[in-house]
């Protein structure tokens, strides 16, 4: 997943490289003869966009000082494309008979033109000065992992602070598994320890072996073994193996290396190891464990004894140690190697935590497994085999985890919806496929895992496999988990207690058996039979693309298909496939919660499944529990997540109304509320860069706002994010099918779906977040911090802000400033002639706005937007609005202005003009001709 400072250099880049090699700028560069310096620049650009390509790839972009360096290449990416639109302006804007001002314009370009050569060389040398891109060192260790990691990172960086603040003490290996007293682990459960170091498991085996061979670990655990997981994982050879160590332990032999017993029978070894599992306490150590599939297929080996045992889990991935060892896991340092290599112990803080069984072993479904996002760039490469994305884990303490004391509340009607559209897809005898979208936290897998789970949908069908679409996708992995669970279909529902030592070389298709193999193993499972398969998170058309053409091949004319996705696109592009023949929908979106059923779901979290009447009570906690409703906004994730803590929390008003006013720092820090910010990030980490700027974008307007898809398509193109409507409304609606942006107004005049969005209130908390942490933003409110961290382009100023003319200047570097957004009331100095570089002035529905203060707008020469939309006291523009030839977008609607002045005529580039109550698009003419023969189309808006 792309850093934020990466994609949005990336898109000022594109951008920028775009502009100065257009005809425009090297006519530009012609007359003021400084095409030497243009070509240096563009030259220097392409090979900085060339390096954020390889910072992506290689993982670097996580890097801070990269980051650093990314930040700053997007400001001198912003100053060329200032400087070369303000030369194209000095052309463009002047009369060539003027020979000295002329003259003094060449001056100034040529000027301009060697400092801003001198920034860009100077931020290009940087990357030399500081190896920036080394190939030696490689920069993707512990902190280049995911965003969507969050939940574990916040471990790891609360134990190294608290490693600081206790001067270097470090928790000790051999005492987190001798000491029966230390509540941390369990004395009597099953205690996992997971293992991760910064450098991969560089010193993992000398500082378990250090633990495995000492004196009291010995003692207190008669029976030891250590093995390396292999792959393929055979479960028969795994329990061989720890079986002759433990012999050889409990013997007293040191380096257990007895004489091999000859092969005993299945049953017999299952009788032996039964033995040593349920009547002793043991100690065990695994090597080289990738993934949590691994770690599920494991762990059912064994069985809660409740007499103490330990397992040590050695892994490379930092979500693998941190969710074997349970979901509420802490971190602790247990030894530094160097300065930037550290190896950390994952373990569950309390005993009451731990929930080590075998109840869900046995599932046909595939244990919930995390993943990371495939975003678009990766995909092509993805499906091949050669993305470099690392596996990951990004559903991190899932809202399927989080949801499932609460489930199906409010929820009854889209379960049933969907089961009988099942139903009603089992008596066709064509391939048929259900998608369910949403956006992320609504509890989609937790709804189809339940409906998969019903014994009225088991009845339906013969076989049936739930598969989670893991990351980097690889179709021979999904293929083979369908085996597995159609192979686990055959068996009887109650069986042996170990009958999964049966080799599994002869049950389950072979790691090395390969795609072709795969779909005859599938298709002999599935003969004459009606089968469910659940793909749950698929986020990409072309993971679909790879796995569709292998069920066809099966030829099951009885095949149903459930997916679950985030984005309606993906939803759409599976369903309406013509080869498909649909003959009814099969698309569902997934909703909110209605406001009565996230009461009740809220409740029954808080005061833990107890009927209560919040309003009869407590009604001291009415008021705020609907503040953090109305944040929640229907959200199942947010609300039970945010009630679970509630619910160990004094039932006070004060302390909630204290939540909900802190609630974006609260997600973000606090480690019983993270689950929802690590869910949300998926859906943002997933979007590509361009996506990514326009979504931020989204932060200047703020939470509970509407806003039109006039204004906000308007401002993309004046801002560049687009050169055209067809691609800025292509841009609205995949945020929208990405469930990124709310609609709110279905429209009404097109086909063109929505006229209106907001953003949800916690996304919209994300929004703000990270266009501030880049410094893209600069919301103006009450309370906000004076202190920037560097430039900021787009400034909005909100209704509550009641600053001064002197502290505006001193936030705000105003001259660097491209948009600027007022809401409420208007003060003559939220706007100055230094703005040079303006480019969109948004003042719709500003109070107090009067005509005096809009005499000078003729001298922000670079506005393309212009809205003055709602104020009803504008009468008239002033004649120095035709100096804004580069104005494309005019909103003079619900104004009292009746007549425009002659200079509009000047306005070449204008194309959209909304006014009284109608809007008109001037097309195809020239506009020296407006006076007579203006042709207007009527446009929607």
């Not at 400001?75 to 001002?101: C, K, M, N, T």
């Not at 600081?164 to 004395?187: A, C, F, M, P, Y």
Request: glycine share 4%; aromatic share 8%; net charge neutral.
């Amino acid at each position: 997943m792309e850093h934020t400072a990466v994609s949005i250099g990336k898109f000022v880049l594109n951008g920028v490289l775009e502009y100065a090699q257009s005809a425009a700028t090297e006519v530009v560069a012609l007359h003021f003869g400084v095409q030497r310096d243009k070509a240096f620049i563009i030259g220097e650009l392409e090979m900085m966009q060339s390096f954020l390509m390889v910072a992506h790839d290689e993982r670097d972009e996580h890097n801070k000082v990269v980051r650093t360096w990314v930040k700053q290449v997007s400001d001198v990416a912003y100053d060329v494309e200032d400087g070369l639109q303000d030369f194209f302006i000095r052309v463009h804007g002047r009369s060539w008979w003027s020979i000295p001002r002329a003259f003094f314009d060449r001056h100034h370009v040529a000027k301009q033109m060697k400092e801003l050569r001198a920034k860009v060389e100077e931020v290009s040398q940087r990357n030399v000065r500081y190896s920036l891109i080394d190939r030696g060192s490689k920069t993707a260790i512990a902190f280049d992992l995911p965003v969507t990691t969050a939940a574990s990172m916040f471990g790891v960086n609360e134990a190294r602070h608290e490693n600081k603040n206790e001067s270097g003490s470090r928790l000790d290996l051999t005492q987190l598994i001798v000491n029966n007293n230390n509540k941390s682990l369990g004395s009597d459960q099953i205690g996992v320890i997971g293992l991760w170091g910064t450098s991969g498991t560089v010193g993992h085996a000398s500082i378990i072996w250090e633990a495995y061979e000492n004196t009291d670990v010995k003692l207190n655990f008669l029976y030891r073994a250590w093995v390396s997981v292999t792959r393929p994982f055979h479960r028969k050879a795994f329990l061989e193996s720890i079986v002759e160590q433990f012999r050889a332990t409990s013997a007293g032999v040191v380096d257990f290396l007895l004489e091999p017993e000859p092969e005993k029978a299945s049953h017999e070894l299952a009788h032996e190891y039964t033995r040593y599992v349920n009547k002793n306490r043991y100690l065990i150590v695994l090597t080289e464990l990738s993934t949590i599939e691994e770690w599920h297929r494991i762990k059912s080996c064994f069985p809660e004894n409740k007499l103490g045992s330990r397992i040590i889990v050695s892994s490379k991935h930092l979500e693998v140690a941190s969710l074997c060892s349970g979901q509420e896991s802490i971190a602790s340092e247990l030894k530094q190697l160097s300065a930037e290599q550290t190896i950390y112990a994952f373990y569950l803080q309390s005993s009451q935590d731990i929930s080590y069984s075998l109840m869900n072993t046995t599932s046909p479904t595939l244990p919930y497994t995390a993943e990371n996002e495939i975003q678009e760039d990766q995909c092509d490469n993805g499906v091949d085999g050669k993305m470099m994305v690392q596996e990951s884990l990004a559903r991190t303490n899932t809202m399927a985890c989080v949801l499932e004391e609460f489930q199906l509340i409010g929820r009854e009607k889209e379960k049933a919806d969907i089961i009988e559209l099942i139903r009603e897809h089992t008596f066709s005898q064509s391939f048929q496929v259900i998608a369910v979208w949403g956006m992320g936290g609504l509890g989609k897998t937790t709804l189809i895992k339940d409906v998969y789970h019903r014994q009225e949908v088991s009845d339906m069908f013969g076989k049936h496999a739930f598969v989670t679409v893991l990351r980097p996708f690889k179709l021979e992995d999904l293929l083979r988990s369908l085996a597995d669970q159609f192979q686990e279909n055959k068996r009887e529902e109650k069986k042996r207690a170990l009958d999964f030592l049966i080799d599994t070389k002869k049950e389950i298709p072979s790691k090395k058996v390969g795609v072709a193999k795969l779909i005859e193993e599938l298709a002999e499972h599935l003969k004459g039979k009606k089968c469910l398969i659940v793909l749950d998170d698929l986020s990409s058309t072309m993971e679909w693309d790879k796995i569709m053409p292998s069920l066809l091949e099966i030829k099951n004319p009885c095949l149903v298909i459930v997916i679950t996705t985030r984005r309606e696109d993906i939803a759409k592009y599976c369903c309406k496939k013509p080869e498909y023949l649909q003959e009814k929908e099969c698309i569902r979106l997934l909703s909110r919660l209605q406001d009565k059923h996230a009461c009740d779901l809220f409740t029954k979290k808080v005061f833990k499944n107890k009927t209560t009447d919040l309003a009869n009570q407590y009604p001291e906690l009415v008021a705020p529990a609907e503040l953090i409703l109305k944040k929640c906004n229907g959200l199942p994730l947010a609300i039970v997540t945010i009630a679970g803590f509630l619910a160990d929390q004094p039932k006070n008003a004060a302390e909630w109304r204290k939540l909900n006013e802190h609630i974006s720092v609260e997600l973000e820090m606090n480690p019983n509320l993270k689950v929802i910010n690590a869910v949300l990030m998926k859906s943002y980490d997933g979007l590509p860069y361009y996506l990514k700027s326009c979504f931020l974008y989204m932060s200047i307007f703020g939470e509970d706002r509407n806003v039109s898809r006039r204004r906000l398509v308007g401002r993309w193109i004046a801002e560049g994010y687009s050169r055209d409507r067809a691609v800025a409304d292509k841009y609205f609606m995949e945020l929208i099918e990405r469930s990124m942006i709310l609609p709110t107004q279905q429209s009404v005049c097109s086909r063109k779906g929505f006229d209106s969005c907001q953003l949800h209130d916690l996304i919209c908390d994300i929004s703000i977040a990270e266009s501030m942490k880049e410094n893209l933003v600069l919301r103006l409110e009450e309370g906000c911090s004076s202190n920037t961290q560097g430039t900021v382009r787009h400034l909005a100023i909100s209704s509550n802000w009641k600053g001064e003319k002197r502290e505006l200047e001193s936030i705000v570097e105003v001259s660097r400033i491209r948009s600027l957004t007022v809401f409420g009331k208007w003060s003559p100095f939220y706007i100055s002639d230094k703005m040079r570089f303006l480019r969109v002035l948004d003042l719709e529905d500003t109070e107090d706005l009067a005509d005096h203060h809009l005499e000078h707008i003729g001298k922000h020469l670079h506005l393309r937007y212009l809205s003055l939309r709602g104020c009803e006291h504008i009468h008239y523009l002033p004649d120095s609005v035709g100096n804004l030839r580069q104005l494309e977008t005019l909103d003079i609607k619900h104004t009292s202005i009746l007549m425009l002045p002659k200079t509009i005529t000047k306005l070449r580039k204008l194309r959209y003009l909304h006014a009284g109550n109608e809007v008109y698009f001037m097309e195809g003419m020239s506009l020296p001709c407006v006076p007579y023969c203006i042709r207007f189309e009527r446009h929607d808006g």
